[in-house]
């Protein structure tokens, strides 16, 4: 009998488990097939076609040799270290300064978003106007009102990338001091009233309560914001086109440089390449944070 059953239920057990091809299935695979499509021509196929031009050992010794690559990458890393962490770093103590619930402040909080929320081309060629050293509003002014010659913004390479690195910071500091703005605001403020009848200073409680509380935040938004600017495109190449002499070009920058310019597909490839031993650790590291494994 004990058998018998046993054979009666692996018989029935796959009637049960296997769900009916209904018409909503056919509909939704229907409906898939465009986003397949989409994906496939535009991720899928770009990505292979990328790595498969990449292959070629010929391409990074050749880009090794190339003393613009090597400028590139020493460019590339100061925008990274300085953009990325005074980026940050300011917005941490700018979402301090907005979280006030003074009127006035939270009128000029609308005001400093704006950066962020304009259009990045219109922008950024405003300021590479504002910084020409011969007709720019900037050493305008300088002159007007003080009898002083401007610099040459935008001839200097030092200048001209320190300005790319700076009009970064202007373009998306908003963004990430509205991200800490959120993590604070997140913060019980039974937390800061039990510091505060403990005598603790402001500086205690950042140090005891706040930072604590956003250190992780703070952190992974350090990490997404070096991704992004890794990627950034417009804020040198618009404002300085990777000149003065192939001077101030980033990897993002360096790689269009390659590949449309000099009509050299495969250099241009492998610069891009070259970003990935920077690139996959950061994008791992970020998402067992956002799986919620940190330790």
Not at 125 to 139: P, T, Y
Not at 194 to 204: K, V
Not at 206 to 222: E, G, K, M
Request: avoid cysteine; charge should be positive; hydrophobic fraction near 55%.
């Amino acid at each position: 009998m004990a058998a018998h059953a046993e054979k009666t239920a692996a018989a029935v057990a796959p009637e049960r488990n296997a769900a009916p091809w209904t018409p909503e299935l056919t509909w939704g695979a229907i409906l898939l097939i465009p986003y397949i499509t989409v994906f496939f021509l535009f991720v899928v196929w770009p990505v292979g076609y990328g790595v498969w031009l990449g292959r070629d050992p010929d391409s990074y010794r050749r880009l090794l040799a190339d003393p613009v690559y090597l400028r590139t990458v020493w460019n590339t890393a100061a925008f990274l270290g300085i953009g990325v962490n005074l980026k940050l770093f300011l917005a941490l103590i700018l979402s301090a300064y907005f979280m006030s619930q003074r009127p006035w402040i939270r009128w000029l909080s609308i005001l400093f978003i704006l950066p962020w929320a304009v259009p990045s081309i219109p922008t950024i060629l405003s300021f590479r106007w504002m910084l020409n050293s011969e007709w720019g509003m900037l050493n305008g002014m300088l002159w007007d009102f003080f009898r002083i010659e401007g610099p040459y913004w935008l001839v200097d390479p030092k200048l001209a990338l320190s300005s790319a690195i700076a009009v970064h910071i202007w373009k998306y500091l908003p963004f990430w001091t509205l991200i800490l703005m959120a993590g604070r605001s997140a913060i019980p403020t039974d937390y800061y009233e039990a510091a505060r009848i403990d005598g603790a200073s402001r500086m205690q409680m950042f140090a005891y309560v706040t930072w604590p509380q956003i250190r992780n935040l703070y952190v992974t938004s350090t990490l997404l914001s070096t991704i992004w600017t890794l990627g950034d495109f417009n804020s040198i190449y618009l404002l300085t086109g990777g000149g003065p002499n192939e001077l101030t070009h980033v990897l993002a920058t360096l790689g269009v440089r390659y590949a449309f310019r000099l009509q050299e597909l495969d250099m241009g490839v492998a610069t891009v390449m070259t970003a990935l031993p920077i690139l996959v650790p950061l994008v791992f590291i970020l998402i067992r944070r956002l799986g919620g494994r940190v330790e």
